[in-house]
């Protein structure tokens, strides 16, 4: 994965929602099971029964795919690198508290390998020592 100095980020996302964006099929289980279960609260009947069975096999597929740590990774990472209002707009944001959204949204994806060129530039002495421990 490559992160360019000025990172390429919806602005328009909330930091979690951004952070999110390269989790792929684990996120898509995540707001599937969110939606279904919403779903269920307003049906009834046969409605209600296939909406059940469908959270049953999506919440079978969350288990093995770590994905219900998908939250609480995202949140500690952000919390690592000095980020708190994990419901802000990006867009709001300065820019290097968009570039440590870019930091986190690379952690927090599926790679084999991240290098990481002068990671702790921009992110504060305490985020700096995090990210050279871990």
């Known amino acids: 994965m490559y992160l360019p100095q000025q990172p390429d980020i919806d602005e328009e996302l909330t930091v979690l929602d951004q952070v999110f964006a390269d989790c792929g099929e684990q996120m898509q289980l ?3 099971y969110e939606e279904l279960s919403h779903k269920m609260s307003h049906a009834g009947g046969k409605e209600l029964d296939q909406l059940m069975n469908r959270l049953a096999v999506v919440g079978e597929q969350l288990e093995p795919s770590g994905a219900w740590e998908l939250e609480t990774n995202a949140k500690i990472i952000l919390s690592k690198l000095g980020i708190e209002d994990f419901e802000a707009r990006v867009g709001d ?5 968009r570039k440590r959204i870019a930091l986190a949204t690379a952690l927090m994806g599926d790679h084999d390998l991240l290098l990481l060129t002068e990671p702790t530039s921009d992110v504060g002495a305490g985020a700096g020592d995090w990210l050279q421990e871990s």
């Open 30 to 32: 995540v707001r599937e």
């Open 93 to 97: 944001l300065s820019g290097g508290y």
